[in-house]
């Protein structure tokens, strides 16, 4: 059974850049037809889709982040990565990745990790 993990650092000061890493355990991210997913809950709101990559590679990302973010592979190491820019404190949530193109068809996610951006 596919297993992900999220890992990165807990906290980012305001304007800098948060970067985090979804490790896939039991599965490839070459695997034909798979795409996998970030997504985020900040606190009193919704989940949030943010964006995502697929088997071979292509990024694709939400409208409304696309201008702040980036999503990255490394297939040697079997994981992928997100890189959200300038952040604010409205940038704080708990940060999942999944498998999956976008909400609702997302399976198999990570267990989350909290990212606080405060000074």
């Known amino acids: 059974q596919v297993r992900l993990q999220e890992s990165g650092p807990g906290l980012v000061k305001p304007s800098q850049m948060l970067s985090l890493t979804c490790a896939i355990f039991?599965?490839?991210?070459?695997?034909?037809?798979?795409?996998w997913s970030w997504i985020r809950h900040p606190p009193g709101k919704g989940l949030e889709w943010m964006g995502a990559?697929?088997?071979?590679?292509?990024?694709y990302y939400s409208p409304s982040l696309k201008s702040r973010t980036s999503i990255t592979r490394d297939t040697t190491k079997n994981e992928f990565s997100l890189q959200l820019s300038s952040v604010t404190p409205e940038d704080t949530a708990v940060y999942y990745c999944?498998?999956?193109?976008?909400?609702?068809?997302?399976?198999?996610w990570g267990q989350g990790i909290q990212v606080t951006v405060s000074s």
């Open positions: 039991g599965g490839s991210i070459t695997t034909n037809y798979y795409t």
């Open positions: 999944a498998i999956g193109p976008t909400m609702p068809t997302l399976d198999f």
């Open positions: 990559i697929a088997y071979d590679g292509t990024a």
